[in-house]
């Protein structure tokens, strides 16, 4: 009993914090990537802390309560997109044997996601970006930043595991 009831409240926990982080997102004038980004790092915390299964549900609960809660949509569809659920695929990449294949599970999954979001928004990107010749430049920048983002994840997981992790236990 006492394990369910600490995965229900971790979980619980993390899900309302990245909720609230997603609101600040919604009402902030600048860095809303940045903190949309920040809330996948509490799914971190959830995998972590409740295994997959808990960053499942961490990233149901968030998302249907970001929809419901936050007043500006554009924070909680970039979580659903691909902030939220980064954290799953993370973990289950990192479990590979093989580090190409890890990399592979991890670029597809993140294409994939830019991919829906172009097709979903693709005239709103053009329009911003002024882009005439094509896609291509948008994949290649993301991907850099992409694997920025994952190297800079890990470097957070070292620290979390290192100073937070062990007090919580």
């Known amino acids: 009993m006492k394990k369910k009831s600490r995965f229900i409240a971790v979980c619980a926990m993390l899900a309302a914090l990245s909720v609230a982080i997603l609101y600040i997102a919604s009402v902030s004038p600048t860095g809303r990537l940045g903190i949309v980004a920040a809330s996948s790092l ?3 915390a ?3 802390e409740a295994t997959v299964k808990g960053g499942c549900a961490v990233y149901v609960v968030t998302v249907l309560l970001g929809f419901l809660i936050v007043p500006e949509k554009s924070a909680p569809l970039l979580y659903t997109l691909f902030f939220g659920y980064y954290p799953i695929i993370k ?3 990192e479990n590979r044997q093989s580090r190409a294949l890890e990399w ?5 999954s993140a294409n994939a996601a830019l991919t829906a979001i172009l097709l979903l928004f693709s005239g709103l990107v053009k329009d911003f ?3 005439d010749w094509g896609m291509l430049p948008i994949y ?4 850099v930043c992409f694997v920025i983002f994952d190297i800079g994840v890990s470097k957070v997981i070292g620290l ?3 100073r937070i ?3 919580i236990k």
């Open 104 to 108: 592979l599970i991890k670029l597809l």
């Open 140 to 143: 290649v920048v993301f991907n």
């Open 46 to 48: 959830a995998v972590i």
């Open 91 to 93: 973990s289950i990449a």
């Open 129 to 131: 970006l002024g882009l």
């Open 42 to 44: 509490l799914g971190i």
């Open 160 to 162: 979390y595991l290192a």
């Open 165 to 167: 992790s062990k007090h």
